[in-house]
């Protein structure tokens, strides 16, 4: 391996070739940065020189920033070339149970990977999305029914809420009230994680000890299911998808461990409730903006009614507007932005050799701006749906290859169901005197609460126009 591998990618740096402390650009604006690295250097960037840029990989070699869907496809189709960073992860747990609570799929590699993802995805797949439709559309419709004309709210709060009932109870067959819910629980040690990467000096013991607390009743509560679920007479058909896990026998005939199963039930959650609920908030945002789809998604919602039950799953086979405004809002901002991956020994990527323990950086929100797959990249299109297909190394929300989300049906689904039930019963209006910025938090999120007014659909709007970062994403009126 030529000591000088690095030497041959195009390089970016803010007073020299490399970097070799401090990513400030890159991280104040990484989409904005990593465009502009692309454009000006082509598809195979050097960030850094012995240093990770989102992974905490000891002796890492360097970061390079990946582009174009044939790199792409080489990349996710390649595992064991290049692999998950998720390891590193689990050396820094505070304590035993967070450690256990994130050694779920993200964290595994190899063959163990493999196994354990082939034994969940069923219970995940196509067919999940039927099985839960019905409470899902119940525990959503009960929440959005009970919002009063006028009412304000915060919205990725609001759907956060919306979300991690609807997961609390298909899940684990548990209302979500109760604050020591898992639902609760994984929501609160999610902000908890947060806010420990942001403490400053004074705050991180006390963030330090709510984290480890939280971690602990968390892990105590998918014990207490998984026995419960084992209990049962016949646990595969206990209500609850943690239930069905809890069934499950691996390769070997052995059933999982209690320890992997607390893992899975927590990941999953994990996985599963922030970006949803994320994707849902870009969602609604951006049709506060755009009233021609806001007036196309109410006629296709119009036939359902305002206050009937919940629209049963038949009902929801042919919504090509909503179906159009979700595709769309997951291309200009998908919530996983950009996807990390290390070699694990040297390996050409086009005309270059990266040396072993390079990360690389991939990003579908930049992929989904190619403008011969997506012409006007940045217009919120939602019809362009009806008429492309693009490749899935060339739209890849939900990832692609070997580690692509086990979820995604479900998650389409989720969604769906909650922009129905959210649609036909209001409208939303962004309220006046806020900026919506964007920040990648891992997840492509807003920086804060956006505030929108509900009123009824066919009530006329007055919404705010929006100002802030996020429109350098998306191109809006
Ligand atoms: C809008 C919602 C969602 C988005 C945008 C999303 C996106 C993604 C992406 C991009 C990956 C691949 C990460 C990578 O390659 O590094 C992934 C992996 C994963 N997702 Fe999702 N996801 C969503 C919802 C869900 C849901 C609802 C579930 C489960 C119920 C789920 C479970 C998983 C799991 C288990 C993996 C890891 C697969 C593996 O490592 O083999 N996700 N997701």
Known sequence: MPDDAFKALHPVGVDGPRWRDGY?????????????????????????????????????AGCVAVFGAEHVERVLLNPALFGAPGVAAKRHALSPAL???????????????RDHRRLLAPALGKDAARRYHDEIAASVAALVGAWSPGQELNLLEALRGLTDRALGRIMFDQSGDDARSIGALARRLLTLR????????????????????????????????VRRARAARAPARAPGLFARLCALAGPDGRALSEDELVAHGNVLFQAASEPVAVALTWAALLLTQRDDAAQALARELAPLGVDDAPARFERLAATPVTDGILKET????????VLVRVTSRPARLGDHVLPARTELLLSPALEHRDPRVFPEPNAFRPDRWRTITPSRFAYLPFGAGARHCLGGQLALSIMKVTLIELGRRWSLELAPGQRVDWTINVTLMPKSQPRVVLRRPGAPLTSAPLTGSLRDLVQLP
Not at 102 to 112: D, E, P
């Open 194 to 225: 947060r806010a420990n990467a942001s403490a400053g000096e004074d705050d991180a013991p006390r963030v330090r000890d709510a984290l480890i607390e939280v971690g602990d009743a968390l892990e105590r509560a998918l014990r207490e299911q």
């Open 99 to 113: 450690r256990r609570l994130s050694s779920g799929l993200f964290s595994m590699v190899g063959a163990r990977h």
């Open 330 to 337: 997951l291309r200009l901002l998908p919530p996983s932005a």
């Open 24 to 60: 400030g650009p890159l991280l104040a604006d990484p989409l904005g940065f990593l465009q502009r690295a692309r454009e000006t250097y082509g598809d195979l960037v050097a960030l850094t020189e012995g240093l990770p840029v989102l992974s905490r990989m000891p002796d890492c």
